[in-house]
């Protein structure tokens, strides 16, 4: 069972989400927040497994909501998804920095919303391929400074390529193909890179690709 806190200062919007995800065997609504600080403390109460957060609400929004989850080690499984109006814009980018698992459009077909819902909760980044190369497209207009890091260090030459490739947009059978492995040999190194990083998921990676470095705007594949 997939146990989801909404989060939207509409109860209207959490009415209809909540008749939504009730209808469904697999996933049970948790709780409700009209507010991030709200959300923040139903969060640390409910512990849901899946957090589907609006972000522009009162007293505190989305963003910082979503950062306080994310840092709270009580609350290390916990996903935190996005609600957009606008798609690709400033708060989606903010929320990802934040340690947000990805994003949806409000627009977004009920059984797209659901479907999206369980990718994230079996532990995949809401974000595919495709999604990701338009990410990196606007990412790179908005770019945040490059931090400073010893993880990159902890990282092999070759879990430094993988990264990169992730962070350009590649799947996992993309990469297999662009290294001359198979795509399992791919995945492992995926998996090897997000733990040494300490990210949650793809999403992170990406970030923390170009964060550090590893990724520049010339090598983007858009």
């Known amino acids: 069972m997939i146990r989801v806190l909404l989060v939207d200062d509409q109860p209207l919007i959490r009415t209809g989400l909540r008749a939504l995800l009730d209808a469904e065997e697999d996933v049970t609504v948790v709780g409700e927040a009209g507010d991030g600080a709200e959300a923040v403390a139903v969060a640390a109460e409910a512990q849901p ?121 590649l799947s996992n059978d993309e990469i297999a193909q662009e290294l001359v492995v198979s795509p399992t040999t791919a995945k492992t190194h995926v998996s090897r890179a997000m733990s040494k990083t300490g990210v949650r998921d793809r999403a992170q990676l990406v970030v923390f690709a170009y964060e550090t470095g590893l990724v520049q705007p010339r090598d983007r594949d858009v």
Do not use: C, W
């Open 49 to 169: 497994d899946l957090v589907l957060m609006d972000v522009q609400m009162p007293v505190l929004d989305g963003i910082e909501a979503t950062r306080q989850i994310v840092a709270d080690p009580r609350l290390e499984d916990v996903r935190v998804v996005v609600l957009t109006n606008y798609g690709l814009d400033e708060y989606v980018f903010n929320a990802l920095r934040a340690g947000a698992s990805g994003f949806l459009v409000k627009d977004t077909e009920p059984a797209e919303l659901v479907q999206a819902l369980r990718v994230v909760a079996d532990g995949d980044a809401l974000l595919s391929p495709g999604v990701t190369r338009k990410l990196i497209s606007e990412f790179v207009a908005r770019p945040a400074d490059v931090v400073a890091t010893d993880t990159v260090g902890e990282l092999t030459n070759r879990e430094r390529e993988v990264v990169a490739l992730v962070g350009r947009g």
